[in-house]
């Protein structure tokens, strides 16, 4: 396979090649295959993109609301004129199936042209006078360079939801792509640079040293990260010196919570998608289900052979193709380790459980039963295509379990009765709650979570809040 040399960012428009010294290798997960090498940004190459961001600030600030939106539709219209190249692009560094991919860029330009038609409909407190003689009104004003770091699971589309709220409030950015699927995001910058302004967007590839060096540079006003609470515990303790604003968003352990007078046939043909979608590797799939006791075989009835059925394979293989690999050799082992250790402590593995294929990194879909409320494979995040089955007595165990994680992000209820749905709908601790769905995500509506799982929302008008500060002006009119 042909290996193709990526630059290490994009600032102020412009290619900067790095040191083939320190060199990132980028896997087809499908195969284990190398097919890029991608220089690793130095401290050096962070603050010159830190420094062409503070330089575009003012002047993209000043820009108004509806020029935002046309330049991010016209980055969305460029999405979509490369839909063909990004989405295989996407599909070689991530393995998801080919069809899923050029999806997914459809979804990035969607997203984009959302919040360049949400950037000129923020509003803010009405002006009036709360002291007499003096009016104050609201201002939400951009809060200046953003530091933004995305995921591996999902790298056109997180950098979609990352770009489209900050700049469309009137910030500039320098946004580093995960080390491990770095290509689409880089290639996105290259889409850019003759559509924004130069400094607006910078680019910088590497590994957790150069995520350092961005969190940490004093010309960083406000930090954004999706991934793990490890990554997130890291970019707090270095805003902290700053006292810097962070938005986090750290992962899940989404709940789906089962009563007899469930669909179960619409269940277990929803959870193919909502369990298993990208090989699992997602913050919001439902990958702990609780049901009551006697609803479990009917359950099970309905859902292992929906499992059995899911087509697993490379990215290329078949459009039809349902779940590609996991994303690389560790994650792997990861995965298949939590299942490991499950099984020696006494759990059931229903289906699945081992790795598989001739060559790269594939797990087999997997059900888990038999588990207890304290498992490991139950409190932690395993980001795989596992799913653990557990028993509850009553409405009030179902909610104690659900909530008896760390994660807050997001769950599931399944039920006919309405009032069961609602009251639980409003004791469950966490940021998106589905009633009868799982995994359906609207552009319009914000996505983020409780507890751990971390703090700020995703997508929505909520998102372009998120990167203003509110701002109170008073002025004498007397």
Known sequence: ???????????????????????????????????????????????????????????????????????????ADRLIDHQQELGDLEARNTGKPRGVAFDEVAGAAEQLRFFGGAARVLEGKAAREYVAGRTSFIRRDPVGVIGQITPWNYPLVMAAWKIGPALAAGNT??????????????????????????????VVAGDGSTGAALSGHPGIDMVCVTGSVGTGQHVLRAAAERVKRTHLELGGKAPVMVFPDADFARLAETLK?????????????????????????????????????????????????????????????????????????GADIVIGGSATGPAGYFVEPTIIGNVGADAEIVRSEVFGPVITVQRFSDEQEALSMANGVDYGLSASVWTENLGRSLRLARKLQFGAVWLNDHLTVADEMPHGGYKMSGYGKDLSTYAIEDYTVVKHVMARID
């Open 173 to 202: 950015i320098v946004l580093k792509p995960s080390e491990l699927t770095p290509l689409s995001t880089l290639r996105l910058a290259e889409l850019t640079a003759d559509i924004l302004p130069p400094g607006v967007l910078n």
């Open 273 to 345: 998608v909502a369990s298993f979608w990208n090989s699992g590797q997602d913050c919001t799939a439902a990958c702990r289900l609780l049901v009551q006791d006697n609803a479990y075989d009917d359950l099970m009835a309905a859902l292992v052979p929906a499992v059995a059925s899911l087509r697993v394979g490379g990215p290329f293989e078949a459009d039809a193709m349902d779940m590609g690999p996991v994303i690389s050799a560790a994650q792997r082992d990861r995965v298949t380790g939590f299942i490991d250790r499950a099984s020696s402590a």
């Open 1 to 75: 396979m042909t290996t193709t040399t990526f630059a290490a960012a994009h600032i102020a428009g412009e290619a900067r090649a790095g040191s083939a010294e320190r060199v990132h290798a980028a896997v087809d997960p499908s195969t284990g295959q190398t097919i890029a090498e991608v220089p690793i940004a130095d401290a050096s190459m962070v603050h010159a993109a830190v420094v062409s961001a503070q330089s575009a600030f003012d002047n993209w600030a000043d820009t108004t609301p509806v020029e935002r939106d046309t330049m991010l539709n016209a980055l």
